[in-house]
């Protein structure tokens, strides 16, 4: 495997699964050449008679299977979704071999795709693989290089081509009998179903598969009949309760609430919450959930309203809206029951897809307008340098979801406790590279907050505050005071998957784990 | 120039300004090959600044202009749209020359383009002209050949690669600083924008100009930020007073009350309007609006809730959504004032656009679910072939619209005097076909009723109902002898325009008019 040295010193494969590839050159330095992709033309005339097949196996026997073609699903159900593994069983029953599955993300739910993975059914994978697949794919068990991109990355990637889908298969909470379909309405609601939008444009073949069929039209129309060739009504798309929680629950330990109000303070004390056109994101997590509320109760105080703030929906947002702290929601997710009630009822509650919020492939997306984006991470290095995806102990456990995308905000702060157990979570050098440094703007930690020197206009902005920043150094001196120094992972070779970033360049390479560890 | 002979034995050309073309087969025959075009791969990298620019000239600066590129606007604003000219008249002052214009449809207000096709700024069109500029065309007045497209076809071809844009300009009503588009908020505004989706989307450049420009972001995204590469906001677009009418105004006329009426009768005693998903669509005509005030007191009398109506929307589909007739309105554009409140406030007002409603090359789009369809025509002959585009004496002065599409309804009937002034509108040939006879099941005028022969299932339904059913050929007869034979137009040899057919083959040619008429 010829091998290429990124700008941040990083080895990289300079062609993966004989497709040639660009190493990472730092941020906005590669331009691409060439149009988009389109799927091919299709005509009215093949679309007559009803859409609408019995069965998935009716359907199924009405699409072009051949070896080694790549399909495609969405993970807008999660850990909840049934259709995966059924979709793949029948593909298996049918004696394929050798599929690529291109997931947005994969969940331990779809831990019978390692049987076959193993069986050749399976060939490997290209998106997010979130445990028991990724520990496969650690230790070498895929017979191709697994491709980890970022929710706009993979947007990116199926329109400008590079990754080709032959047929996708879209869980869609209601369809109807054209092939419209959203998230919003029916029994396994999720809230948006913009993760598949993508592969409805532009996969060769499309099947939507749906446990409320209902008559034209439905609305609203994430995914538009006009790119959908089958509709296929099944009983269930999953278990209702692991698709979207009853609510998401904020963090409690003393510890956990420190590090969320450092983080809403340094949003505040950093001046962008006065400033016109506020906007934040934050995920779902415990300290998440935590710092939106810290950070509305600055809001209050500084009778601030956000022009938007960026779902991830849950009812910490939700209340926002309805409290007139934000005009807007604009929503990727919903992450609980409120998120998807919000979606379907309030008229500022907006479904977004990864074109409009993420893809960098674009005439701009809204990611950079963002103000104050609040990510985790499993790893931080002194160049901060952020990993999402392994672990310390080198397992591939994790995606990128839209990590490398909300980063792009203009204040985009890591919050991670200090170590974890045994593991120090700042670290000289991260074991795999998710997001560069130079787009990493602060570190919050439980003991102190480090602030890129990158950023000397974020800290011109913080002098007087009274928040403990400390230097990124500092942070690694303590954490390794506590933890001692780590052992480090022993890797073969072996590349077995790489890191996309979000503009398609290679940032990395996930080498296969000693399995004497 | 070779010309090939159609399924319907009209002459067309083989090519058309250099590009092949294909004859029209009959409905469905026609199967496309080939994939979707795209537009060139933009990066995020290249957008990290403001889109904002301060005039229409500092636009055109940031613009790769040339001579012989082609240009578009859609006619959202119709005859009050006051930026196309402006456009043209700077591109003439910048020393541009032979620019293909390719607006969805032009208006009386743009008959300064007439003086600027004459002076070698502007080659052609691609696109309706109704009034001068059709004029100018007939007699020969431009450079290349004309075509002429459908709502629906227009799409299509951008869609398929047919017609490529170098620089699209988007008149939207409301506009945020990302691009974000739409119509239905600010003083200009006109209701959907969706004639300007398969610009935005296919382009190689896109500038949205608004005269209402706001924060990020507006909501709805008729047109998204991120195919966007300037927003330009001016004083105003144009006259709103004939963007939209204050009212639309309902037929007062008997005769035109009665064509209505029988119409609407047609529809009941059908027996659609009782079956499961009944639809309709009609315009925005006085004798369309009293169609529509007919066929709801059928619907009332029956207890039928239509699945949707099919806009163009109006005060009579409005009053229908809020008086619970309808489930949906599906609003391709708004005719009235009332069209645009409903379609900015009612959540059951849907914003549509030529891809999801009449482009033939998708995977099905709604057209055909629509039951029934009543539109207009200049001429309809004996095989029921309709002209919408020239007049009985052979001048090109309407644009397709949506005809050839809203045709594909399962129930299309044309409604029409059976003659205006000294002109039969039933001949034994019409000048140009618009539409197949094969598409076109019903025409009913003042003095009958005449049912396609080819659907004698229509014929079956309407045994038992008092309408005055007539044979074509009598509506022939007696509208000739009201008339007399009409003279015919003479022609020239040379085509001026083609008719294309909504799947992108040739219907029809257009030729030069002799001027010595």
């Known amino acids: 495997m010829e091998m290429m040295t990124n700008s941040l010193g990083r080895r990289v494969p300079a062609e993966v699964n004989g497709q040639k590839k660009q190493p990472f050159r730092g941020i906005g330095k590669f331009q691409p050449t060439g149009r988009k992709t389109g799927p091919p033309i299709p005509s009215g ?33 999660r850990d909840g979704d049934g259709i995966v593994n059924i979709i793949i069983d029948k593909l298996a029953q049918r004696g394929l ?3 690529v599955l291109a997931p947005s993300a994969l969940f331990p739910v779809h831990e019978p795709i390692v049987g076959h993975i193993k069986n050749g059914v399976v060939s490997h994978v290209l998106g997010s693989m979130n445990g028991p697949i990724g520990r496969l794919c650690t230790t070498g068990g895929m017979k191709k290089t697994a491709i980890l991109r970022s929710h706009g990355g993979r947007y990116r990637a199926i329109q400008d081509g590079d990754l080709h889908i032959d047929a996708a298969f879209i869980s869609a909470p209601t369809a109807d009998t054209h092939g419209n379909a959203n998230g919003v309405l029916g029994p396994s609601a999720c809230g948006p179903l913009g993760f598949a939008l993508a592969d409805s444009l532009y996969a060769d073949q499309v099947v939507v598969i ?11 129309w994430s995914i538009e009949g006009g790119n959908v060739d089958w509709v296929v009504p099944v009983e269930k798309l999953g278990d209702p309760g692991k698709i979207v929680s009853g609510t ?71 209340d926002m809206l309805k409290e007139g702290l934000t005009r807007f929601i604009l929503d990727g997710q919903s992450f609980d029951l409120d998120g998807v009630q919000s979606l379907r009822e309030n008229p500022n509650h907006i479904e977004t897809n990864p074109f409009v919020s993420y893809n960098y492939h674009t005439k701009g997306c ?37 990590f490398q995308d909300a980063a792009d905000a203009q204040l985009t702060i890591i919050t991670a406790p200090l170590y974890r157990k045994t593991n120090p979570i700042v670290l000289e050098k991260v074991v795999t590279v998710t997001a560069p440094g130079e787009t990493i703007d602060a570190i919050v930690t439980d003991h102190g907050i480090a602030i890129n020197p990158r950023r000397q206009d974020l800290l011109d902005r913080l002098k007087g505050s009274d928040l403990p ?6 942070l690694h001196e303590k954490a390794i005071a506590a933890t001692g120094v780590p052992a480090k992972p022993r890797f073969k070779d072996k590349v077995v998957a790489v890191i996309e970033w979000r503009d398609g360049t290679l940032i990395d390479s996930v080498y296969e784990l000693d399995p004497g560890q």
Do not use: C
Request: charged share 20%.
């Open 45 to 77: 005339a093949n679309f007559t008679a009803s859409k609408v097949v019995d069965s998935l196996d009716a359907a199924l026997d009405r699409l072009h299977l051949f070896n080694g073609m790549t399909i495609s699903f969405h993970h807008h159900l």
């Open 97 to 99: 071999k050798d599929i």
């Open 210 to 220: 749906t446990d409320n069929l209902v008559p034209f039209p439905t609305w609203p």
């Open 248 to 318: 998401t629950k904020i963090a409690t330990e003393p510890d956990r609430l420190m590090i969320a109000d450092y983080a809403a303070r340094l949003v505040r004390d950093s001046g962008l919450i006065d400033e016109p056109n506020f906007s934040f994101q934050a995920g779902a997590g415990g300290m998440s959930l935590a710092f939106v509320q810290y950070v509305a109760q600055y809001m209050r105080e500084k009778k601030v309203v956000a022009d938007f703030v960026r779902g991830g929906s849950t009812k910490a947002l939700t």
């Open 366 to 402: 809204f990611a950079p307008r963002v103000k104050a984006s609040v990510l985790g991470g499993t790893e931080i290095d002194l160049d901060f340098n952020v990993n999402v995806n392994t672990h310390s102990d080198g397992w591939l456990l994790h995606g990128i979801g839209g």
């Open 469 to 474: 920043l400390v230097s990124i150094e500092e």
